[in-house]
């Protein structure tokens, strides 16, 4: 049973950053691939940005320039670095890995970008 934690959510105004941590029970190394999703008030989740063992990172366009994937296979951990953050990334952000056929989800944290 792989469990994923997230953390470092909160408030930021408009333009300003943060650093979201997914914290795996296990290797990272040992999941083909992590990403990120978000979920904002009323919409349905979506893809923000992927990572993987092979290939370079991946990112929604509405994302891309302003936000960095990362792992580090030392702390088992993934994160994902936003930057000039607008009101529209306002979303509770989760991370997520498929490991042997199964998808694995944290419980989500959430970030609010006040204009």
């Known amino acids: 049973q792989v469990q994923l934690v997230e953390s470092g959510g909160g408030l930021v105004q408009a333009g300003g950053s943060l650093r979201l941590s997914c914290a795996a029970s296990?290797?990272?190394?040992?999941?083909?691939?992590m990403s990120w999703f978000r979920q904002a008030p009323g919409k349905q989740r979506e893809w923000v940005a992927g990572v993987s063992r092979t290939g370079p990172p991946n990112y929604a366009g509405s994302v891309k320039g302003r936000f960095t994937i990362s792992g580090d296979v030392a702390e088992n951990t993934v994160y994902l670095q936003m930057s000039s953050l607008k009101p529209e990334d306002t979303a509770v952000y989760y991370c997520?890995?498929?490991?042997?056929?199964?998808?694995?989800w944290g419980q989500g944290t959430q970030v609010t970008v006040s204009s």
């Open positions: 296990e290797n990272i190394n040992n999941f083909g691939a």
């Open positions: 997520h890995t498929n490991h042997d056929g199964t998808d694995y």
